[in-house]
């Protein structure tokens, strides 16, 4: 039959989260749809449209999907899945948020943020923090499966699928939105960055995390913490890195003042290099790390910010 | 109004998890095991609005062997009223565990149900979704704060995004994150009294709910291993080494 994959957007832009899962389901059944859903979000589906490999893209642009609450998403997916044997979501909190629901009431168990398509029945995902990884065999019928983002590569640019408006469905109105504070920053995602320097309780305070955004700009890096920063109040909720958090897999991964928890090394022990910098010479991030730098941060982090100018990153 | 609270015993959170070498699963032989950290904000939190009033009675139902009771007598030293165990020896799948808990919905008649938004032994994320959508009712997943109204909910969410803030109608499902509260830790005292408290027992069957997993788990594998790399002298050794490896 086909595959579905739901678009992840703001309105305005498509997210690269969105081009990883298309990869996905491409290797799970073709072809590929995408969904929109928002309000005002031709743009978006414009963008999805021009994803290689996507047959068509469904507009589904009406005031209730401007949030993709969960309640009316359910109901719009329930409405088209008839035409689908797989619908994909990358794993983000708005996918994860969404697609439970609508297993459940396809009466077919989810595959949560896979890592590997072995093959269109058989998938590989983390479990236990990433200390072990499932291979399970799905059942016949339909599949619903979110995506671990940082494990697949984004389908590129050139595709020229059509767009399909389709009619809202009816939603029971149980929830609305009221609000939102969103994190503002002119760093890239954290998820798709190709560099991440993130602190820990190490940092001590909301004041000295600050140190960290000079060798993020000169990186290029987006900034994380570890669950122990924010739960400290030095950073908000949405820079966790780790199991519950979010999963990185930077190019580089720089953990400043991170013992390095299991459900911390959970979220990036994927990254291609980890350096870690910690006083302590027995913290478990040095395990995983590839280059170890032991020492006070207070000394480590100016002086790598200096080095960094007089090598010429601004 | 009820306040029905699912609880799962898993692995506790600072036990390092092996891989059995037949890749049949993971070691679970004499290991510590506890109430799923998400799971004992959730019980916390319904505590909490028992003490402030706005909740009348906290139901602990947890899945699994007759140990998981161990975990409702925990959550009933938090303050949670009475347990119900549904007792089987079998892997329970996510939808098959939502299954059981709408059966216990539709005899309990809560106004609100509060569990954790996953477990971390197989950090599925669906359960509290899952129920939500068998029953109908709207959701408010991974909390970070609850103001609860007559007859409606305002949660603020930790999105990828920072925070949201929605407002369902109750009766709702609430999974919780990781900032909506710091659990208590039970006294002694508490735990006494816990030993008085009633769990009911029951099986999937009573409840008219086939377990009967439908997924077939092919292999469970170690992941990848790191190496540890090694210590560097100072700054300008380690931006040397992060330039010849083309990641700076």
Same mark, same amino acid.
């Given at each position: 039959m086909a595959s579905l994959v739901i678009a992840e957007h703001d309105? @305005?832009?498509l /997210?690269?989260?969105?081009? /990883?899962?298309?990869?996905?389901?491409?290797? $799970?059944?073709?072809? $590929?749809?995408? %969904? $929109?859903?928002?309000?005002?979000?031709? @743009?978006?589906?414009?963008?999805?449209?021009?994803?290689?490999?996507?047959? /068509?893209? %469904? #507009?589904?642009?009406?005031?209730? &999907?401007?949030?993709? %609450?969960?309640?009316?998403?359910e109901a719009l997916l329930l409405s088209i899945t008839d035409k689908y044997d797989a619908i994909l979501a990358p794993a983000t909190t708005t996918g994860k948020n969404i697609l439970p629901r609508v297993a459940a009431r396809l009466d077919v168990g989810q595959i949560s943020e896979i890592l590997k398509v072995i093959s269109p029945d058989t998938f590989e995902r983390p479990i236990y923090a990433g200390n072990a990884i499932e291979t399970l065999r799905a059942p016949e019928g339909k599949k619903v499966i979110t995506i671990r983002i940082t494990a697949f590569a984004a389908a590129g640019e050139g595709g020229r699928a059509t767009i399909e408006q389709i009619v809202a469905a009816s939603d029971a109105g149980h929830s609305k939105f009221a609000g939102e504070a969103l994190s503002k920053s002119e760093r890239p995602e954290l998820t798709s960055a190709k560099v991440v320097i993130s602190g820990g309780r190490g940092l001590g305070s909301a004041e000295n995390f600050k140190l960290l955004d000079s060798i993020a700009d000169k990186l290029h890096a987006a900034v994380g913490a570890s669950r122990a920063a924010v739960d400290a109040g030095y950073v908000p909720n949405d820079y966790q890195v780790g199991q519950t958090g979010k999963a990185v897999a930077p190019d580089l991964y720089i953990a400043v003042g991170i013992s390095g928890a299991i459900q911390h090394l959970a979220g990036m022990k994927d990254s291609r290099k980890i350096v870690a910098i910690n006083k302590d010479e027995e913290a478990?991030?040095?395990? $995983?790390?590839? &280059?170890? #730098?032991?020492?006070? %941060?207070?000394k480590i982090i100016p002086e790598l910010d200096e080095e960094l100018s007089k090598r010429g990153y601004k | 109004m009820k306040v029905l609270v699912p609880v799962k015993r898993v692995i506790d959170y600072n036990v390092k998890v092996r891989v059995k070498a037949d890749q049949s699963g993971v070691d679970l032989a004499n290991v510590k095991m506890s109430m799923n950290p998400f799971d004992e904000i959730a019980v916390e939190e319904a505590v909490r609005l028992k003490e402030k009033g706005k909740a009348t009675e906290v139901v602990i139902v947890s899945i699994g062997p007759q140990q998981a009771s161990e975990t409702i007598r925990t959550a009933l030293a938090m303050g949670g009223d009475r347990g119900i165990l549904v007792k089987t020896d079998q892997m329970v799948e996510p939808l098959a565990v939502a299954k059981i808990l709408k059966a216990i919905v539709d005899a309990e008649q809560p106004g609100f149900v509060i569990t954790g938004k996953q477990a971390i032994d197989d950090d599925a994320n669906q359960v509290g979704q899952m129920l939500a959508a068998l029953l109908g009712w709207p959701q408010g997943t991974f909390a970070h704060s609850l103001e609860l109204a007559d007859g409606s909910?305002?949660?603020t969410r930790e999105i990828d995004g920072g925070l949201q803030t929605i407002e369902v109608k109750l009766p709702a499902v609430m999974t919780t994150d990781l900032r909506l509260n710091e659990p208590r830790y039970a006294s002694l005292p508490n735990i006494m009294k816990a030993k008085k408290k009633p769990i009911e027992e029951k099986s999937p069957a009573d409840l008219g709910v086939d377990i009967t997993p439908r997924f077939k788990v092919l292999k469970i594998s170690e992941p990848p291993k790191r190496n540890s790399g090694v210590k560097v002298s100072g700054v300008p050794e380690l931006l040397d080494k992060l330039k010849a490896d083309g990641v700076i």
């Open positions: 309105n @305005a832009s /997210k690269d989260a969105t081009h /990883k899962t298309v990869t996905a389901a491409a290797q $799970v059944s073709t072809p $590929v749809h995408v %969904l $929109v859903a928002g309000e005002n979000c031709a @743009a978006v589906a414009e963008a999805a449209a021009r994803i290689a490999g996507v047959e /068509k893209v %469904l #507009l589904a642009d009406a005031p209730s &999907y401007a949030r993709q %609450l969960a309640e009316p998403m478990p991030i040095f395990q $995983v790390a590839d &280059y170890g #730098l032991v020492g006070d %941060l207070f | 909910a305002r949660i």
